[in-house]
């Protein structure tokens, strides 16, 4: 059974309790990820809610992304009122806390599995990060990241030449701060999270 979206303030830390409180009345809400690409959570709700003052942006939204994605985070970067007494939200997964970090200009990886790999990507990154990294792929690999053609941790991870899914293959898996680059996730592809008034149960496409 899948709960509604929960909203918590944009300084939370603990997500163990209900927060500033769900977004029941909410119109409609969706999370939807793509394999190895985007991870968002999109929602309509009502302006005259007693929850909609509480919308902020960097507030964060939490919701389950299928039967294995619990209590998935999501952080609020727009909200978008409309002439019908309504407000789209848009919110992107916590993992990309990845493309707003940055790496050290040059960066060689040489010979090494893909879990040594991707620990050295968390090693390079050079801001203080919550991430947790790991993978089962053990081939081999090299590869080169210099800033001028990486711009950000998470075009190293993938979407470009030289990026730890370019060299390795297989598929991410984002669990909140945890990355995991898995040889494959499953079966599932596209998992499609749709809530409603009243509606507390889900689809998969």
């Known amino acids: 059974m899948a709960k509604y979206p929960i909203l918590y303030a944009p300084d939370a830390t603990d997500f163990f309790n209900m927060g500033l409180g769900p977004l029941t009345t909410s119109l ?4 939807a990820e793509d394999r190895n690409g985007s991870f968002i959570l999109e929602a309509e709700v009502l302006t005259d809610d007693a929850i909609y003052p509480l919308l902020e942006h960097n507030a964060i939204l939490k919701a389950d992304a299928g039967h294995t994605l619990k209590d998935q985070r999501f952080k609020i970067k727009r909200i978008v009122p409309t002439d019908k007494g309504t407000a789209k939200i848009y919110a992107e997964h916590v993992s ?8 050290k200009p040059e960066i060689t990886i040489k010979s090494l599995n893909a879990n040594a790999a991707i620990g050295r990507w968390k090693s390079s990154l050079n801001e203080t990060n919550p991430f947790v990294v790991d993978s089962d792929i053990t081939t081999t690999g090299s590869t080169k990241w210099r ?19 370019d060299v390795y293959g297989g598929e991410y898996r984002f669990d909140n701060y945890h990355i995991s680059l ?13 809530y409603g008034r009243n509606i507390t149960s889900f689809e998969q496409e």
């Open 28 to 31: 409609t809400a969706t999370v």
């Open 96 to 103: 990309y806390l990845s493309q707003e970090l940055s790496l």
């Open 147 to 165: 800033i001028d053609k990486v711009a950000n941790p998470r075009q190293a991870l993938g979407g470009v030449e030289g990026s730890l899914l």
């Open 182 to 194: 898995l040889k494959k996730r499953g079966t599932t592809a596209n998992t499609v999270l749709a």
